[in-house]
């Protein structure tokens, strides 16, 4: 039930993104916000590597043992090129839907991730023991965190007017939108 779930928040957090891509203009997807200093593109590409990394590791078999959230493409395609994003968009899609609706072992399978908790240069990463559809599940809840900065950016600095042509509830965790709904926490 909770794989479920998780790909089903996974699909929409990719929709979304589509639909923000679509929305705003090709010239501002690399324009640095004078805030932030992050573009568009930023955002899209670190949250298509947090939802491609559990998700390539489910839907292969045996699964991935080692997920390092660390190891990023920084400047890849995906982050100067919305026509390069929405194309992993789609691929993700269909991983998604070749991932069997019951867990298979390469699902549930236990793992490590890793990441760095300091920037002190050539500390290691920290590993985390974790499964395959735990870190699903994670992928899709950060990038909505990057879905509302980039709806932030859209709106605002960078995006070059796309106001009001999101929904309410995009960017926001299904709890929140829950709580906002009247339906509780």
Known sequence: MSLKAALSLTSKVLHD??????????????VPCPIIHATL??????LLHHITLPLTAA???????????????RGDE?????????????????????IPPSPSPSITHACTVTFSLTATPNSPPTPFPT?????VAFGAHHALH???MMKVLAE???????????????GKAPSTN????????
């Open 17 to 30: 993104t589509s639909l923000i891509l679509k929305l705003i203009p090709s010239t501002q997807y690399t």
């Open 59 to 73: 839907a292969s078999a045996p699964a991935t043992s080692i997920l390092d959230y660390d190891i990023r493409a």
């Open 78 to 98: 995906i982050e100067t090129c919305p026509a390069a994003a929405q194309t992993q968009i789609t691929e993700l899609l269909a991983t998604i839907a070749s």
């Open 146 to 148: 990057h879905l509302s």
């Open 131 to 135: 499964t395959v559809e735990r870190e």
């Open 178 to 185: 829950a709580f906002e709904g009247g339906g509780g926490c």
């Open 41 to 46: 593109g930023q955002h899209t590409r670190h």
């Open 156 to 170: 605002g600095p960078v995006g070059g007017g796309v106001k009001g042509e999101l929904p309410g509830t995009f």
